[in-house]
């Protein structure tokens, strides 16, 4: 059940940025906002994901500046919010040229 909905989580990323990649002219500038998220207990360091994502289409990382996140979804989850402590969320902002 978690493998697919992550799968999928990562598949659909994939299919935005794909179309940004079509609809955005070359030399062309993006900014994406992403936040890292949690598989179960494991970082996922999402902002490099989709970094590493835009750079397979062709684009270049101008800028990464990272902020900490004080409130995120995981504490809606009563019994996720044990496990706060030990999680730091990152948010970032990346800026891209095609």
Request: hydrophobic share 40%; charged share 25%; net charge positive.
């Amino acid at each position: 059940y978690y493998l697919k909905t992550h799968q999928q989580y990562f598949h659909d990323i994939d299919l935005s940025l794909a179309q940004l990649n079509r609809c955005l002219v070359s030399g062309g500038e993006a900014v994406i906002v992403v936040q890292d998220s949690y598989y179960k207990d494991v970082r996922n360091d999402v902002p490099t994901i989709v970094s590493e994502m835009c750079t397979a289409l062709g684009w270049s990382l101008v800028k990464r500046v990272d902020f900490p996140v004080t409130r995120n979804l995981v504490g809606i989850n009563g019994r996720a919010k044990k496990y706060l402590d030990a999680r730091s969320a990152v948010e970032a902002v990346l800026h891209f040229r095609k």
